[in-house]
């Protein structure tokens, strides 16, 4: 009896150590990664430490080995996916990027192996709490204090959100996570709003943003600009070219234009913060989501609009076509010319360097009004292919100096380009614009976060041989510190001969993740003194 006495404290006590220093491992982890990448702190040590105690009394006495399997599958998956996105983006995962992992899969993976060099810390820790939490599964087995109890409890823990947010839609946890919050509630607040929200909204096709709609502008004139050439680059950030204040000479041909009275020079406010996003709200002039019917009907699409007014139409990108979704929203039956990388590579999963782009524009038939649009690769991830080695200016011991390097070659494309627009015959006009932009720092890089401003901040340059281009550019985007992209935009419908809707830089709004705003969208109000603008969430 003494005996059992004794193993019964004994082995209470090796399970005591051992949930202490699974927890103490942990939340070190945490500690160290928030630190490296300079991520705000957590507010309270303690509270953490006692989540990740939880999931240690979990991992141990659960009577069910399904119960423990579980949580060991939940906690090295969450860490490794929400260490892996500070060490990226340099913020945790939301629903929506949950559902953007498996839709954009193949994107995700070339951005994850770019980086494997760079991320040694992250692939560090993943590993210690990897191991700690295998080695927590290989102690059970030898321990035989499990309790019923505590595999009811686990199971609590782990269905309790998911259950409460798809039976009350109302409540709105996890739907942007917070950085104050730790690894294990961001990840369990993010899987509930996952499962009760994310999930049903993107397979029904179901929104709580109303649907907006308007009519087709209105015929004014005939065009006054025989071709328009538009570069819609890509997550190119005005916040990271010289020409914008930057202080490394990133964009030297652009700054060379500017300081020569060349061209129109300004930034604008990208339409969302993704290219599936931003680009058919570009082409369709949609101000806000949820804008779904808008783009199906037609009514405001640029092709359509610029066929009927006699342009042959032009659709090039050097992006790979598996990455093209959005294509489909751009109106294909209005597009004359189509050319992905897959035309050149037969491999749908492969880009070609953005160079092609120049040698379309080249063998374009100059015999009729064209509206022409450029699609490079430009500075999407991963950074170390968008740019050949004689234009890695800035060197290749860091993933920022290679997304610099990137707009270093987009700003010769930009000069290339622009000198082959200008051997067209009549008039021409040259628009430099960006789908969304990078958030860019010594140790984190990415897109996809409101928190950071250049995600959504982007280059507007425009350059023509007519006066009358010129004088209404100035007239409509002037007088705006930034402007929305819906007016620029509509300023190229404007060029085509349209009605513009769209002048005032005032208010104005930036989707998130979806155009349906299911991710929710900011509304953007500029201050009484002009200084800046307010922001404000909306997600219906």
């Not at 082995?11 to 005591?16: D, G, P, V």
């Not at 070190?28 to 957590?42: F, N, P, V």
């Not at 990897?130 to 030898?142: D, F, G, K, N």
């Not at 929305?484 to 005032?504: K, P, R």
Request: aromatic fraction near 14%; glycine fraction near 8%.
């Amino acid at each position: 009896m003494l005996l059992k006495v004794k193993s019964f404290f004994f082995e209470n006590k090796i399970i005591a150590i051992s949930i202490f220093l699974f927890s103490f491992l942990i939340t070190t982890s945490e500690i160290l990664i928030r630190d490296y990448y300079g991520i705000a702190q957590l507010p309270n040590v303690i509270v953490p430490f006692f989540y990740n105690l939880l999931l240690g009394v979990i991992l141990l006495t659960a009577s069910s080995s399904i119960v423990a399997l579980i949580y060991v599958i939940f906690i090295v998956t969450i860490f490794a996916i929400q260490y892996s996105n500070i060490g990226y983006f340099g913020y945790w995962i939301s629903p929506m990027d949950i559902w953007l992992l498996f839709e954009k899969m193949t994107e995700v993976v070339q951005a994850g192996v770019s980086v494997i060099s760079h991320s040694y810390v992250v692939l560090a820790m993943i590993f210690l709490v990897s191991s700690s939490t295998i080695l927590m599964l290989v102690l059970r087995r030898i321990l035989h204090n499990k309790y019923k109890s505590v595999s009811v409890i686990g199971l609590v823990v782990l269905l309790f959100y998911p259950v409460k947010m798809t039976i009350d839609k109302d409540v709105e946890l996890g739907r942007l996570p917070k950085i104050s919050h730790s690894v294990v509630k961001t990840s369990i607040y993010t899987m509930g709003y996952f499962v009760g929200h994310t999930f049903p909204e993107e397979v029904l096709g179901l929104s709580s943003v109303p649907s907006v709609k308007r009519d087709e502008p209105i015929k004014l004139r005939d065009p006054i600009s025989d071709n328009i050439i538009l570069l819609m680059g890509e997550s190119l950030s005005s916040s990271f070219m010289s020409v914008y204040g930057f202080q490394k000479p990133t964009t030297p041909w652009l700054e060379q234009q500017k300081q020569q009275g060349k061209g129109f020079f300004s930034e604008g406010f990208s339409g969302g913060l993704f290219t599936d996003v931003s680009v058919p709200y570009f082409f369709n002039m949609i101000e806000k989501p949820n804008a779904l019917q808008q783009i199906s009907s037609g009514d405001t699409n640029i092709f359509r609009l610029a066929k009927e007014q006699g342009y042959e139409t032009y659709f090039y990108s050097s992006q790979m076509s598996s990455g093209l979704a959005l294509v489909s929203s751009l109106g294909t039956s209005w597009i004359d010319h189509y050319a992905d990388a897959e035309s050149i590579t037969g491999d749908r999963n492969k880009a070609v360097d953005d160079s092609q782009l120049i040698t379309w524009l080249k063998e374009v038939n100059t015999g009729s009004k064209k509206f022409i649009v450029l699609n490079p690769s430009g500075s999407h991830e991963p950074y170390i292919l968008r740019s050949p080695q004689e234009m890695k200016v800035f060197g290749q011991d860091s993933i920022q100096n290679e997304y610099y390097n990137s707009v270093y070659y987009t700003d010769y494309l930009i000069r290339e380009l622009q000198r082959e627009t200008s051997l067209f015959p009549g008039s021409w006009t040259f628009i430099l614009t960006s789908d969304h932009g990078q958030n860019i720092t010594g140790r984190t890089a990415g897109k996809g976060s409101f928190d950071f401003v250049s995600n959504y901040l982007v280059p507007i340059y425009i350059d023509s041989n007519s006066e009358e281009v010129m004088h209404l550019t100035r007239s409509r985007l002037g007088s705006c510190n930034i402007s929305f992209q819906v007016q620029l935009s509509s300023l190229v419908a404007e060029f085509i001969g349209y009605e513009n809707e769209f002048t005032s830089c005032d208010q104005g709004f930036v989707s998130g993740k979806r155009r349906t705003g299911n991710s929710g969208y900011m509304q953007l109000t500029k201050e009484t003194d002009g200084s800046g603008y307010n922001s404000k969430m909306i997600f219906h």
